[in-house]
């Protein structure tokens, strides 16, 4: 792994990592790595191994792939959360809560609608 490439899977954990609200703390703790070795990960200055790697990416919830193909885009960090969320419902739990989600949208935006005629 060259020195680019290892400042680019660096940059990729870190933007991921900020953009789920967590410290490199808690994404060490969860990856099972120190906190050294995962601040070295995110600088480039240390290449990080396939099972690190992958230990960090299900930390993340995003795929090897995303860590480590240029180009690969990665899903927003808000529909991984949407995600995680709802991997244990049933189709009808599914199903609810999208009816459920559908009319609080349509709710808010009424809300913010009005207030901002006023």
């Known amino acids: 792994m060259t020195k680019a490439e290892q400042k680019e899977i660096g940059m990729k954990?870190?933007?991921?990592?900020?953009?789920?609200?967590l410290t490199q703390e808690k994404l060490a703790e969860t990856a099972g790595i120190s906190l050294t070795?995962?601040?070295?990960?995110?600088s480039g200055k240390k290449a990080a191994g396939r099972d690190?790697?992958?230990?960090i990416a299900i930390a993340l919830g995003v795929s090897l792939d995303y860590l480590l193909i240029p180009g690969t885009s990665r899903?927003?960090?808000?529909?991984?959360?949407?995600k995680r969320m709802?991997?244990?419902c049933s189709?009808?739990?599914?199903?609810?809560?999208?009816d459920?989600?559908?009319s609080m949208k349509?709710?808010?935006?009424?809300?913010?609608?009005?207030?901002?005629r006023k």
């Open 13 to 21: 954990i870190q933007n991921f990592r900020k953009a789920e609200n």
């Open 37 to 42: 070795y995962m601040c070295e990960i995110e």
């Open 52 to 55: 690190t790697l992958r230990s």
């Open 106 to 116: 349509s709710i808010i935006r009424n809300h913010h609608g009005s207030k901002r």
């Open 75 to 82: 899903e927003d960090p808000r529909l991984v959360k949407w």
């Open 86 to 88: 709802l991997e244990d």
């Open 91 to 98: 189709e009808d739990e599914h199903d609810l809560l999208f």
């Open 100 to 102: 459920v989600v559908k």
